[in-house]
């Protein structure tokens, strides 16, 4: 369980011991917000993503937002004096539009951040500006709350990230004493004040508390994706447990049955003939008694090494029957394919040359091997085949071993039954 695969906003982090390392900054508080580098990379593309998303979910509710205020303006302050509001509404729209088009385009996600910003700023601009053309002092109450509005509901929406935010803020406000003053327009300090210090320091305050409040949900997410993961590759590891045997790392009895039942009814639907082989190591316990019984391990797991070559075809599997014995399974091959098999199997153990001294057929191991063919009928069980293909394993150790013979069974009884011996 040491490899572990967690797909996060299309990223991946590949490494289970990130979850202490996360906890950690998690525990933190990243006051600063800042991550490690290994983390920061992730953020940005997830928080990228995430405020795309907002502000395309929420485009239809910043229009509404935009021609209420128009209305409020324009209706009912329509006697008032608005000096260049007029201007700085018309820009706004226009800002609005142009973040909207530019988030619906694919080639500008990797530029969100810097024409938010840009747009913020201009629109933030425009409004201070707009207020020094102003003289009545309740149009320019009024400025001030639309400004605090704006504020919100620009760096709100767009999920401005924090130091982005200061650092637009700030050039928003430079750029009004410049315009200001290149136009000679009246702009007292006092008023400067009210409008970049009261209503951009709420922008980076809201600035602030989303992105923290962002950073603390995504490594959140990150735990649960790596809980996630690490629950399914425990389920994963079990499942392979339960399905195969632990030395060889072929299919355990308990697994080859399932199979066995599921190729038999495709088989049954298909009309297809369906065989199974069964071999048992020749004189396997002289083995350990001679070389130990973890030569005695190391020849299964040789031997089981060779049958996966003769059994590695789609739907065809084999598995570990018992201490020294092994069962293979075939579909859609029939008794004359299957001699065939039979001849390649036995070839393949003896081409391994393990040296067996204490066996009486040769001086290398060897297998018996018993096969039964069928083509399956509602009337008989899947265990009727393996029962076959044992009675002719037991005939080929009767024989001398060393062999091998096979039959096609029909319902009950097995056919006439043969047995070669390799020399």
């Known amino acids: 369980m040491s490899n572990l695969i967690i797909r996060t906003d299309n990223l991946l ?12 900054v998690l525990a933190s508080g990243f006051r600063l917000l800042r991550f490690p580098d290994f ?8 928080y990228r ?6 502000m395309l979910s929420n485009a239809v509710y910043l229009v509404g937002l935009y021609v209420i205020m128009g ?8 006697g008032q004096d608005k000096g260049m509001f007029t201007w700085a509404y018309v820009i706004t729209g226009f800002g609005l539009l142009f973040i909207n088009v530019c988030a619906r385009l694919p080639n500008m996600d990797k530029a969100f951040h810097w024409y938010t910003g840009v747009t913020s700023m201009v629109i933030l601009t425009a409004i201070m500006v707009s207020a020094t053309t102003i003289t009545d002092p309740i149009g320019l109450a009024g400025l001030h709350a639309i400004n605090i509005y704006v504020v919100i509901i620009i760096y709100a929406m767009s999920k401005m990230r924090f130091f982005n935010t200061v650092i637009w803020c700030h050039l928003a406000g430079l750029a009004t004493l410049l315009i200001s003053r290149t136009f000679d327009l009246h ?38 994706d790596i809980d996630k993961a690490e629950k ?3 389920n994963q590891y079990l499942e392979k ?38 071999l048992d190591i020749d004189y396997f316990k002289q083995y350990n008694d001679h070389y130990g019984h973890m030569a005695g391990d190391h020849c299964l797991t040789q ?121």
């Open 13 to 24: 982090i590949t490494d289970p011991a990130l979850k202490h390392e996360i906890e950690d």
């Open 39 to 46: 983390l920061e990379q992730f953020f940005a593309h997830s």
């Open 49 to 54: 993503k995430l405020a795309l998303k907002n």
């Open 71 to 78: 209305i409020v303006v324009f209706v009912q302050f329509a």
């Open 187 to 224: 702009f007292t300090q006092f008023e400067f004040q009210t409008f970049f210090i009261f209503a951009n320091v709420i922008g980076m305050g809201i600035a602030y508390i989303i992105e923290h409040r962002e950073r603390a949900m995504f490594l959140q997410g990150l735990l649960l």
């Open 232 to 234: 399914d590759l425990l």
């Open 241 to 278: 447990l339960s399905r195969e045997d632990s030395l060889t790392g072929l299919a355990n009895r308990r697994y080859f049955d399932e199979r066995l039942k599921m190729e038999w009814h495709r088989c049954l639907r298909e009309k297809k003939p369906l065989s199974v082989i069964l």
């Open 303 to 423: 031997i089981s090494r060779a049958l996966k070559k003769e059994a590695s075809r789609p739907a065809e599997l084999v598995g570990r029957y018992g201490g020294e014995e092994f069962i293979l399974l075939y579909p859609n091959i029939d008794a004359t394919q299957i001699k065939n098999t039979l001849i390649r199997i036995q070839q393949r153990i003896l081409e391994l040359n393990i040296p067996h001294e204490g066996s009486h057929v040769k001086k290398v191991v060897t297998a018996s091997l018993g096969a039964a063919t069928v083509f399956p009928v509602k009337s008989l069980d899947p265990e009727k085949l393996v029962s076959a293909a044992d009675q002719m394993l037991y005939k080929s150790k009767e024989n001398g071993r060393n062999g091998w013979s096979n039959t096609q069974i029909s319902h009950c009884e097995p056919e006439q039954q043969t047995l070669i011996n390799l020399v």
